[in-house]
């Protein structure tokens, strides 16, 4: 069977876990459709092939592209203007690539106070204060590691993106429904989304996937979860003190982490129409909380703990605080 | 100076990368493994509340992130002071038995195994997990792929989800398992016990059999003697989830065993300035560099290692296998670091009786997962067996339990510098005056680091499992002479 027939298939990764890679492959048989349907031209995690080899692809030979992991350094950008101008589509996959994910809290603190942390830690014996450098001479030669971005980006901040698929990792039935629909698309069965969109998604919140009961009831307190001594398995989270994340949260995982007792921590990233995660969770929150008072209003929000953590966990890369001050002040 | 570099895309932590510099003779000179990649976790988890570690901490990895919430949870139980309930113990270390299940598999049929399955010089097409199921029959194939699901289906069963479980805070879990899915985890670990004889036997019929691969394992390229770490319960028996860290001399003599929170009399970190990861060692033998032997720090932490600091399994049939692990290989320790790949088949049955003792547990399905922790919040270390190696979480934190210090010594940077002197002494053997450099050779360095199931590396859960490279032998212009590439 000839393979040059079939339209071409990239994945990449660039500062990420590898997450979203097992989401992928935990697709099961789907991932034969894949191979039924496209060439795959570069996948570093199932298959060889080089940087060289993509750079002497034409422009615009790849038809789709899932691009996750974060830029964290000066390679990772180089590979994401690389998988732009040779993919007609090039999907933000994943948290990290779509907002930063938990990575992203990165941009709370500047470089110096990143590497003091790793390489002057309570185990670490450095007295004289080594970093590492992205050029450094051995007696045998030049030794290089790519450069340490100021700030982790999104991969919407360094290259145009034409669709961002959330999720940390994306689900494996919502990876499997985008590629049904880009194989109907193949075969004139079905369109593509407006650019833009987010997609393997619903419309919707977490909440609307989960079983739990909401009676809107308001609350007096936040608590932490390790804190309480019953949590009622049939009653919203939030009702009972728990920040969990739902009500801003996209609905796409299936409500996962509150059906096993545990709040939503927010990594479908925002729901439809929201700009800014934070701004719709606080308001969110603020509309649980049972006073007027504002004193008592100040009293319960001291109930959160870490409101910059709580409020940008997955998103602060790609929210519009976009970094922490400390990180721009290099 | 002639320079060879593997750059070796497929890679989960960043790109390693292995520059081999030759001199004039065109014999090795020097090697150097760098990881090109650093994202600053111990830096950005201060300020976060320390129930939130075990789910952030995932985030390291998404192929070992059980391990990751394993360690976390057990560092915030310290910073509270909690005990958790027997019951959130038992099912924590079974969720991560079903995890190790699945890893080591993974391991076995698509990276390590196809090296031997296949043979090192087999045509690269041939050298992967297809190639190995073509070979021992699509059935067993089909075993794999069933293997591997049972395994996450238990990791989902306890821990919520199939990545990036979310169901372990401080004091024990946020829910508990039904009497059927306990039902299900058991028919899953007996499955399990059967599939680990049965892989045993095929590593045995295949590869102990085999005259040149028992050479191949058995000779000095991989060997190294150094110290070797790995956890054990009150008996000295191998655990992966908890008990005290061992470690013993190149001898095998026992030098000590350390409770977490001693860690940092025992390990130190030292900083080179062309690697973004640092170099652990034993503190109290010191940093001498990248050389084998007793006055040197230098240790491993691998399913052989933790066989060697250990003086046997916890579960009746593993503990067979061990025995005749060292009837075979002569003795205790073992140093030639090729039998890592049976000493992983081994710890494969001990992760499958341990899912059949813990589910016939019966504790096990009691709604008493939770201790609440009443103490204030201070500092703790958590540590468990990663498969690639000890896991170690250092948290300290306000009276609030908000993190105001991270520390993290990850499962596979414990064998960086094992790593690297594995991969000099196989090229320095293999890559000789006059020597062709070509892809079996190249595997064969490749081989030295793939058999630590790195992380950061490359080999590490790729599909279908053979790790692609390319070397360029350079001029000491810097003119590229020759590029050979060995593909899937």
């Known amino acids: 069977m000839s393979t040059n027939a079939k339209p071409k298939f990239a994945m990449y990764w660039a500062a990420s876990c590898g997450g979203c890679e097992i989401a992928v492959l935990n697709i099961g048989e789907k991932i034969l459709d894949v191979d039924a349907n496209f060439e795959v031209a570069f996948w570093p995690v199932a298959m060889d092939a080089k940087y060289k080899d993509v750079e002497a692809m034409p422009d615009k030979s790849i038809l789709l592209t899932l691009f996750n992991g974060g830029m964290r350094n000066k390679e990772n950008e180089e590979i994401a203007h690389l998988m732009r101008r040779k993919s007609q589509i090039l999907v933000a996959f994943g948290s990290c690539a779509c907002e930063g994910c938990i990575p992203g809290l990165a941009n709370f603190s500047n470089q110096d106070e990143i590497f003091k942390a790793a390489y002057e830690s309570v185990s670490t014996i450095n007295p004289d204060h080594i970093r590492p450098l992205s050029s450094y001479e051995m007696p045998e030669g030049t030794l290089h590691i790519p450069e340490f971005n100021p700030v982790l980006k999104t991969l919407d901040q360094v290259v145009d993106v034409d669709y961002y698929m959330p999720g940390c990792p994306p689900e494996s039935h919502q990876i499997a429904a985008v590629i049904d629909l880009v194989i109907q698309v193949l075969h004139g069965e079905a369109t593509l989304p407006p650019k833009g969109a987010t997609i393997g998604v619903g419309n919707s919140t977490v909440c609307d996937d989960c079983p739990r009961t909401r009676n809107v009831k308001v609350i007096k307190e936040f608590k932490r979860i390790q804190l309480m001594s019953e949590i009622d398995d049939k009653l919203c989270l939030l009702e009972q003190g728990i920040p969990c994340n739902g009500p801003a949260t996209r609905q796409g995982c299936g409500a996962l982490c509150p059906q096993a007792g545990a709040q939503c921590i927010g990594c479908y990233g925002p729901a439809e129409g929201v700009v800014d995660y934070g701004s719709r969770l606080i308001a969110a929150f603020a509309s649980v909380i049972d006073s007027n008072d504002p004193d008592e209003i100040d009293r319960i929000l001291d109930g959160i703990p870490d409101p910059a953590g709580q409020f940008y966990r997955f998103s602060l890369a790609g929210s519009l605080l976009r970094s922490g001050k400390s990180a721009w002040n290099q | ?488």
């Open chain 2, 1 to 488: 100076m002639q320079r060879i570099t593997i750059d070796p895309i497929t890679r989960l932590e960043g790109h390693g990368k292995i520059e081999i510099f030759l001199n004039e003779e065109g014999d090795v000179a020097n090697t150097y493994f760098q990881i090109p990649e650093l994202r600053g976790f111990e830096r950005f988890c201060v300020g976060r509340p320390v129930e939130e570690m075990p789910l952030l901490t995932n985030r390291i990895c998404g192929v070992c992130p059980e391990a990751h919430h394993m360690a976390a949870a057990k560092a915030a139980d310290a910073v509270y002071k909690v005990d958790p309930p027997p019951t959130a113990k038992k099912l924590r270390e079974l969720l991560y038995s079903g995890f190790y299940f699945t890893d080591h598999t993974t391991h076995f049929y698509a990276l390590g195994g196809p090296d031997f399955v296949m043979g090192p010089d087999a045509p690269v097409a041939e050298r992967n997990i297809l190639g190995v199921i073509h070979k021992v029959g699509l059935e067993i194939g089909g075993k794999v792929i069933q293997a591997r699901k049972y395994g996450h289906r238990i990791v989902e069963i306890i821990g919520g989800r199939k990545v990036h479980p979310c169901t372990s805070i401080p004091g024990g879990l946020t829910k508990g398992i039904t009497e059927e899915q306990r039902k299900e985890i058991e028919e899953i670990g007996k499955w399990g016990i059967d599939f680990a004889h049965f892989t045993l036997k095929l590593f045995n019929d295949l590869v102990l059999g085999n005259k040149t691969y028992l050479d191949l394992i058995l000779g000095d390229i991989y060997t190294h003697h150094t110290y070797s770490m790995g956890m054990v319960d009150e008996n000295n028996k191998v655990n992966f989830y908890d008990g005290k860290v061992s470690i013993v001399d190149p001898e095998g003599t026992r030098i000590g065993k350390y409770a977490p929170s001693e860690y940092t009399d025992w390990i130190a970190e030292h900083v080179e300035p062309w690697t973004y990861l640092k170099f652990p060692y034993l503190k109290k033998i010191g940093w001498k560099g990248f050389v084998d032997g007793k006055d040197s720090g230098v240790y491993f932490a691998t399913p052989l290692s933790r066989l060697n600091a250990s003086d046997g399994m916890a579960t009746p049939l593993a503990q067979e296998e061990y025995d005749k692990f060292y009837k075979t290989l002569g003795g205790k320790p073992v140093h030639q670091r090729l039998t890592t790949h049976w000493a992983r088949l081994i710890e494969l049955l001990y992760a499958a009786e341990r899912i059949v003792e813990l589910a016939t547990d019966p504790e096990i399905t009691s709604p008493n997962f939770h201790t609440v922790p009443t103490q204030t919040p201070t500092e703790g270390v958590g540590i468990v067996e990663a498969p690639r190696g000890t896991l170690t979480h250092h948290y300290k934190t306000d009276e609030r339990g908000i993190l105001t210090e991270v520390n993290l010594i990850v499962g596979t940077t414990n064998n960086y510098a094992p790593i690297s002197m594995s991969v000099k002494k196989a090229a320095q053997s293999l890559i000789k005056k006059g020597t062709v450099v070509n892809e079996g050779l190249l595997n064969m360095v490749e081989m030295a680091f793939r058999l630590y199931d790195p992380c950061f590396g490359c080999a590490t859960h790729s599909l279908p499992g053979q790790m692609p490279l390319q070397v360029t032998i350079r001029d000491s212009n810097g003119n590229p002479i020759e590029v050979l590439k060995q593909f899937c």
